[in-house]
C-alpha cells in the first residue's frame, strides 16, 4: 500500500499563492500517476492536476491551467502543487491521490490511494 500525507494549506487573500506537498511512503512503486483533486462543500470531488512518474504526462483542470503548477520528486518520493493567482472558488478541501496506472486519469474512482486531505481557503 500507499500512504499519502498533504500539508501546506492554509488561509490566502485572493490573488495571493499556497504551496501544497504530498509526502507518499510505502509502497511508493505503486506510485506511478500521481495528482491532486479537491471538493468543495455540498459539491463532488473535483480533478485539478496529475503528473506521470517520468514526468512527461502532465494534465491539469481548465480551472486551474495557467495557475497551478504540478511536479513531483522521485527520490523523495513527494508531489507538490504551486498554486497561484488563488481565487474564492479555489476554496476546498485538497487531497492527494496515487495509482499504479502508468496513464493519467482525471477520474477519481481510477485512483488507489489517498490522503487525508488539506483545507485551502481564498477570502476575496
Known amino acids: 500500500q500507499v500512504q499519502l500525507v498533504e500539508s501546506g494549506g492554509g488561509l490566502v487573500q485572493a490573488g495571493g499563492s499556497l504551496r501544497l506537498s504530498c509526502a507518499a511512503s510505502?509502497?511508493?512503486?505503486?506510485?506511478?500517476?500521481m495528482g491532486w483533486f479537491r471538493q468543495a462543500p455540498g459539491k463532488e470531488r473535483e480533478f485539478v492536476a496529475a503528473?506521470?512518474?517520468?514526468?512527461?504526462?502532465?494534465e491539469y483542470a481548465d480551472s486551474v491551467k495557467g495557475r497551478f503548477t504540478i511536479s513531483r520528486d522521485n527520490v523523495a518520493n513527494t508531489v507538490t502543487l504551486q498554486m497561484n493567482s488563488l481565487k474564492p472558488e479555489d476554496t476546498a478541501v485538497y487531497y492527494c491521490a496515487a495509482d499504479r496506472r502508468s496513464f493519467i486519469t482525471t477520474q477519481a474512482r481510477m485512483y488507489g490511494f489517498w490522503g487525508q486531505g488539506t483545507q485551502v481557503t481564498v477570502s476575496s
Open positions: 510505502g509502497r511508493t512503486f505503486m506510485s506511478n500517476i
Open positions: 503528473i506521470t512518474w517520468s514526468t512527461t504526462g502532465i
